[in-house]
């Protein structure tokens, strides 16, 4: 049994199936015999915008949020978004970005680049990672929607997640209905390489 | 099977508070359930949605929150155990019946699930606090933190119920409605779908002044829970070292971030976690703050249990100092750096994390916001803009909540006032009778189709009697959209869907013409027609939702 708590944030944009995500990680996380909380919101805040939800496994969670810069691994399906988990994010906490490549364009007069984004997640965290999950999920199955199971592929099979992989492959099982079942597990599995 | 019908006591699984609620219910042989959609509620009528045929359980949405409630009073007057579910302006709709119930009481028991929503994640109106509703109706109201205690209060409160023949309100916020943990499952109890009418007037008729003992009832009823409220586990002390003069009193969600601020401050305080918000257990309290210098209360929005502890410390402690809303914020929904920020400052401990120095350079980051819209390729981005350019410049545009409530922001921009359901038409009906006939002001009232049947035909009805002309668009996508497409009247599940255009032309509306938004130069045409007539007039624009 792990002494801390491990402090997941998943951001990105309405639509990106983060709630499946939440749900899949604390399933892996209960298998393992851990205690776990997930806080997400449903509603208006699905509706295209911002959207966040976070994972806290260990001893014992008392809080479902994470304290403000105290988490240990931001899975950001979207880059603006990755930014704005930045709130949560920390180099003390030695917070871990895990970053989809992929921006999806907010209007603005000063529109951010790739570069800047990557600078400043770096002032808030240990390291970035940056992961072409759309292009390869577009690319292999055609479905970008996998993005969020490829990166928790990615995240479980590279240890950013102090879960067993076939912990998280149990809960994908568990929890991803049996028709599209086959196409995330590919995508969970194409993270291995 | 769904996982939330296991019959496997002592497993843990992984619950929403909400669904906790349900499998609460479903522990306690809820027979008879009711809802209106709104979030953070939603999930359970849309749980009870999925599984009532398979429990035993009957379930409907019903058309309004007052109507759910009645309807359940109803099944409770036959004698079968219910549950009525609502958001926080739910109650408001409901209100008006939830008062004199409290004075006649229930047969069958009865839960109410409210969930109110601190920072309005889902909610535009206000940031109502429920606790209001305490004093206001004489109901008990109990506050769970986590999904256990989410199925443990319901239990708790059908037993309540049962006991004192009083509806119980269980009150949650967004951040333990959507709160997953696990939760250990106990037995389910099926009961029967049937019961009996037996005639009381003398409890069922809310006549004067037979009204006035029922109150006095009611008092005497309150009063006997308050006693059981002193005695009650959930409302619980975590004891710290007695040398400590500073103790914290909590309840909800606030209890979690308590216990979180002490273990990042790595400091031992009483707490007093209240799982009762109605009655108050006040002895307890009384003993808890008495051999205290400093209380903390930690709660979400409005400063309810703080002028209680006020209050109590009068007699009990009056040289107690007591901070509440001066440490904690009273708008928004608390975080555990709140807390953790309120302790640090009574405690004069310090956390090792600088939250003020990394809050400032997270502000300096200033990320463009991302505004919620319309799902691509939804109906409405073609029925606005069709609007938006038939309608002349000026045209006032009236809103309510759903998801046509998205026009508000960028590119549309079309929501002129917005407020709860039913009152786009009304707002409508009297700004026209307000403005010069011959001004030149023009109103455009949307209405979602769901919403048109909760509180749209009274409005609609008014406009009629009244004589004003108001053009009423209703944008029909065939289903309760923002809250996960639940069915209604207009779009249901099985049998006769009930024709929005229908019930206009029964009530004599003369202009009524129901359009597939993709007949773009037809609708532009009628918006430029209707808008010039003197009556009221009405479009139905309709295309289902794409989630449907």
């Given at each position: 049994m792990p002494e801390e708590n491990f402090n997941i944030i998943i951001i990105g944009v309405g639509g990106q199936g983060l709630i499946t995500l939440t749900k899949i990680l604390a399933e892996a996380a209960l298998s393992e015999g851990l205690d776990v909380k997930t806080s997400e919101l449903h509603g208006l805040s699905q509706r295209g915008g911002s959207v966040e939800t976070m994972i806290r496994f260990g001893p014992r969670v008392y809080s479902p949020l994470v304290k403000q810069g105290g988490a240990d691994l931001v899975i950001a399906l979207e880059m603006h978004e990755a930014l704005r988990a930045c709130y949560y994010a920390s180099p003390d906490s030695k917070t871990i970005f895990l970053a989809n490549d992929s921006i999806k364009p907010i209007p603005s007069e000063k529109p951010l680049t790739k570069n800047s984004i990557i600078k400043d997640l770096g002032r808030f965290s240990l390291k970035t990672i940056l992961v072409p999950a759309t292009e390869i999920c577009q690319k292999e199955m055609n479905k970008e929607v996998l993005a969020g199971i490829y990166l928790i592929g990615f995240a479980a099979f590279k240890n950013l997640i102090p879960l067993k992989s076939s912990s998280v492959l149990r809960a994908i099982k568990k929890t991803i209905p049996e028709k599209h079942l086959e196409l995330n597990v590919k995508a969970f599995n194409l993270a291995q390489n | 099977m769904e996982e939330i019908l296991l019959q496997k006591p002592g497993k843990k699984i992984i619950l929403l508070g909400n669904d906790a609620i349900v499998r609460g219910a479903l522990e306690s042989g809820v027979q008879f359930v009711t809802t209106y959609p709104g979030t953070p509620a939603s999930e359970v009528g849309n749980t009870f949605f999925r599984i009532a045929k398979q429990a035993g359980v009957y379930f409907e949405f019903s058309v309004n929150e007052k109507v759910a409630l009645e309807a359940a009073a109803g099944a409770s007057f036959s004698g079968l155990k219910t549950m009525v579910a609502m958001k926080n302006f739910g109650l408001n709709v409901a209100s008006d019946f939830l008062l004199p119930l409290c004075y006649s009481g229930i047969k069958g028991e009865m839960v109410i699930l409210v969930a109110d929503d601190p920072s309005c994640w889902s909610s535009a109106q206000s940031e109502e606090n429920t606790r209001g509703f305490a004093h206001l109706a004489h109901i008990p109201i109990l506050e769970p933190s986590d999904p256990q205690e989410c199925k443990d209060f319901t239990k708790l409160a059908f037993g309540l119920s049962k006991k004192f023949k009083l509806p119980i309100i269980i009150r949650e916020t967004t951040r333990v409605a959507l709160q997953a943990a696990p939760v250990r499952l106990e037995e389910i109890v099926k009961g029967t779908v049937r019961g009996k009418f037996v005639k009381n007037p003398h409890q069922f008729s809310t006549m004067p002044p037979r009204v006035?003992?029922?109150?006095?009832?009611?008092?005497?009823?309150?009063?006997?829970?308050?006693?059981?409220?002193?005695?009650?586990?959930?409302?619980?002390?975590?004891?710290?070292?007695?040398?400590?003069?500073?103790?914290?009193?909590?309840?909800?969600?606030?209890?979690?971030?308590?216990k979180e601020a002490l273990k990042e401050l790595n400091i031992n305080l009483p707490i007093l976690k209240l799982g009762f918000f109605h009655p108050l257990p006040e002895q307890k309290i009384k003993r808890f703050i008495g051999g205290l210098k400093k209380v903390l209360i930690v709660e979400e929005l409005e400063p309810y249990l703080e002028k209680e502890v006020e209050r109590l410390a009068k007699t009990a402690n009056p040289k107690l100092q007591i901070f509440g809303k001066n440490v904690v914020p009273v708008t928004g929904e608390l975080k555990p750096e709140h807390v953790i920020s309120a302790v640090s400052k009574l405690s004069g401990k310090k956390s090792k994390f600088n939250f003020f120095l990394n809050l400032k350079k997270f502000e300096n980051l200033k990320p463009e916001k991302r505004f919620p819209q319309l799902c691509s390729g939804c109906p409405y981005w073609l029925t606005f803009s069709t609007i938006k350019r038939a309608a002349p410049k000026g045209t006032i545009f009236g809103g309510e909540i759903g998801c046509y409530m998205l026009a508000a922001y960028p590119p549309h921009e079309m929501q002129d006032y917005l407020f709860c359901m039913g009152s786009s038409s009304s707002i409508a009906h009297g700004i026209m009778k307000a403005v010069p006939p011959s001004g030149g002001q023009k109103v455009i009232a949307f209405v979602g189709d769901s919403s048109f049947f909760h509180a749209g035909i009274p409005a609609l009805i008014n406009t009629i009697y009244n004589k004003s002309n108001p053009l009423i668009i209703v944008m029909d996508n065939r289903t309760t959209a923002m809250t996960g497409q639940q069915p209604h009247p207009g779009a249901p599940v099985e049998g006769e869907e009930i024709k929005i255009e229908n019930v206009a032309r029964s009530l004599g509306v003369r202009h009524v013409k129901t359009l597939d938004p993709v007949n773009v130069k037809e609708l532009e045409a009628t918006v430029k027609e209707f808008l010039s007539k003197k009556e009221v007039s009405m479009i139905v624009v309709r295309r289902p939702c794409l989630r449907i």
């Open positions: - | 006035l003992e029922m109150k006095n009832e009611l008092l005497e009823k309150i009063a006997k829970i308050k006693q059981f409220s002193e005695k009650s586990p959930i409302n619980q002390i975590d004891r710290g070292p007695s040398s400590i003069q500073l103790g914290i009193v909590t309840s909800g969600v606030s209890y979690l971030y308590v």
